[in-house]
């Protein structure tokens, strides 16, 4: 074996110039050798792009082109002139007495973590999945952490998006949150996926221009989260963000901002179908991965969206026939007295709230949850079981409907996790004016559960195997019998004592080789997240809501699958071509 410093005979010098050019074997790599202007080049002779042999393409000029998709490289650095195609990797040569060397494994200009990180940036800013694939696996295998392609990534999309956080950034921050429940290889894959979309939001964007914060310093929290819901208010985001800025630059604590951020999406209802407060959910889980201090990079980048967000009030739906969006503005001007009333009580979900909740009056659905925070319930509470509700109408969703109402129920769904998850994260009050918008939201969504497709009643003497074997079948059929069948397996599957977690890994998996939208990725993560929740909790009734979660998510995971899976495909080439494989037999 060679060394990573010494030089291997490959060829005779005359036999290149007579039969040129050449593949040659040296050290595990193809390598593909070129005389041409009177000098040996060797490169890898694997296309960087999809690995065609680059032999078969042609030397022209000092470049060497690719004759599959026209990618040209400069011959003597493999550098590429197409940075679709990435770069070509060359081996130094030298020729002695009529025979060729080449240096198999030389030393990188940078080293291997720099190197990925650099690739992982070109990848990021020239949109160019194969190239964020490489740079993935390529940091993994030098056993960097996740959280660094999740920062540089996070880094990147704030950015480089003058319209803020958007899908890419959600979609990285959701397959973070998914990768401990994920096989290891699927890890790398939910990364790619996450990144991919963060380089695709951005494509083409013009950058985020940063406000500075205001200088002035000893502003209560009080006042600065009124002058930044004034902003919002009036749509003025660069004064939103000024305001923003300085209440992070004074160190206000995570719960003084998520406040902050929280009242201003909730002074108007379900802004942009739930999306804005989910974002926000979104964006501090990021901070949880990469740290607080990077806050000032990643929560500005929540403004633009909230300053321009449709404000469900505005919608005929939420003002015929009935005006729920004056009942909710009613309920919250109720809160603070709701609130002293329901001090020190602890609250006893009553049996029939969830059919409430579920059900055709909407005062009564307001009473429900007046009643409850009366009664001393916390948002946190409350929000876990409206997110249940929302899990409900995803369970009961009849395939009958339009395609797209999928969206729909599940826009209510992430929408009340987001208050479920902001409800921990700061305890001011506006938190329940998204637990009445989200309980409202399952009230308008009831149409789409005409019939309530019902759920499954499970056979727990069923094979688990061959539940989970069923289940994954589903996601190869595109067939409304197959989403029902998900919910079925599923249910199957945990009653007969199916370990939650392989369950997990499967769909996951599932999930991960998709070309999905952003809402089936959230769909998938909130159901996890939900399913821990109540599992952990241990009651009989928990566990029977936690369940209720997976069975609605692997069925809205069979409604949307199969894809292409082109995204898969490229992942592919880009294991095979880091693992030094030949991609195509005539290499
Ligand atoms: S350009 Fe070479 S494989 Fe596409």
Partial sequence: MATEQSFVRVADADDLREDNPQIVQADGHSIGLFFHEGEV????????????????GSVDDGILTCHWHHARFELSCGDTFDPFADDVRTYPVEVRDGDVY???????????????????EHGLRENISLVVAKSVIGLESEEVPSTVPVELGTEFGTHYRQAGWGRGLTTLGVMTNLLPAL?????????????????????????????EALSTDDVSAERLTEWFRDNIEVRDSDGAERVLRAGITADLDESDIAGMLVAAATDHLYLD???????????????????????????????PGLASA?????????????????????????????????????WKEPDDFVDVLLGEDPHAIVDAVTDAIENGATATELARVVTFAAARRVAHFGTSNEFRDWNTVHHTYTYANAVNGLSRRTDAPEVYRGVFDAAMNVYLDRFLNTPPTPIPDPDEDRDPDAALDELMET??????????????????????????DRLKRKLGEALVREDVGFHTRQNV?????????????????????????????????SAHTPTRRAGEQTFRIAERLNRGENIHEMD
């Fill in 41 to 56: 080049h060797a490169v890898d002779n694997r296309c960087p792009h999809m690995g065609f042999p680059l032999t078969k």
């Fill in 102 to 120: 080449i240096q198999p494994n030389p030393p990188r200009d940078e080293p291997p973590e720099e190197h990925w990180r650099n690739r992982l």
């Fill in 183 to 211: 096989r290891p290889e699927d890890r790398r894959r939910a990364l790619y996926v996450g990144l991919t979309e963060v380089a695709d939001n951005c494509s083409g964007e013009p950058p985020f221009f940063v406000q």
């Fill in 273 to 303: 179908t739930g999306h804005r407060l989910d974002f926000i959910n979104k964006a501090f889980e990021t901070l949880d991965h990469i740290g607080w201090e990077r806050a000032d990079d990643v929560l500005p980048s929540l403004v």
């Fill in 310 to 346: 449709n404000r469900a009030e505005e919608n005929s739906s939420w003002r015929q026939p009935i005006d729920v969006a004056q009942l909710c503005f009613d309920a919250a001007e109720e809160l603070p007295d709701l609130l002293e009333a329901g001090g020190g009580k602890t």
């Fill in 475 to 500: 996601f190869e059929v595109e067939a409304d019998e197959e989403v029902d069948l998900a919910g079925e397996s599923t249910a199957d599957y945990l009653a007969a004592g199916g370990d939650a």
């Fill in 525 to 557: 993560e909130v159901a996890f997240g939900q399913y821990d929740a109540l599992a952990a909790e241990g009651t009989e009734e928990s566990e029977r809501r936690a369940r209720i979660h997976l069975i609605a998510t692997a069925r809205y995971l």
